[in-house]
């Protein structure tokens, strides 16, 4: 089978290269991706050692009054919290509806939602189905670095 590169025709079983990884032109640079997937896993990890650490979530009493006996210095212990998933909602929110529909469908093809030849399609459905917060959706998936990871392994970026 041969397909279409800038003016060119290319026999895909003699190069070895899928059309997906030679037909898609991203709004987002390959480098942004893997900078979100490196966020989205220090902003789990952040959040499991938060519990496990007895830090966020953990309410002491005291034994005598059984009055919460949980005190702390407002601001202060805020700063040393871990602002890694704050922060990967900020850059996620700064993108356009273009680069936030690329993001869904790698997302989605790396969940194995989509195939990787339907590249174009999956952004299309990703932009008619937005609605509400990108960033909201994408962080409420547990695993949305891997299914990143996967996506741009699917597509061979």
């Known amino acids: 089978m041969t397909i ?5 025709w290319i026999d895909k079983e ?26 989205a896993r220090a902003a789990a990890s952040a959040m ?15 034994a005598d009054t059984l009055e919460e006996g949980h005190n702390h210095d407002g601001l202060a212990e805020e700063e040393s919290d871990d602002l890694s998933n704050e922060e990967l909602r900020e850059l996620i929110e700064d993108f356009n509806v273009d680069e936030a529909a690329e993001l869904v ?4 093809i790396g969940r194995g939602d989509f195939d990787a030849e339907d590249f174009y399609q999956v ?11 990108t960033a909201k959706y994408l962080l ?18």
């Open 14 to 39: 003699k190069t070895g290269l899928s059309e997906a990884a030679m037909d898609i032109n991203l709004t987002l640079s390959t480098d942004t991706i893997r900078m979100l997937v490196q966020k």
């Open 105 to 108: 469908a790698i997302t989605w």
């Open 140 to 157: 409420g998936m547990p695993l949305l670095a891997d299914y990143l990871e996967a996506g741009l392994d699917a597509l061979d970026l």
């Open 48 to 62: 499991k050692d938060t519990f496990e650490d007895g830090h966020d979530g953990d309410v002491e009493f005291d």
């Open 123 to 133: 952004v299309n459905e990703a932009r008619e189905r937005a609605v509400g917060s």
């Open 4 to 8: 279409a590169n800038d003016e060119k």
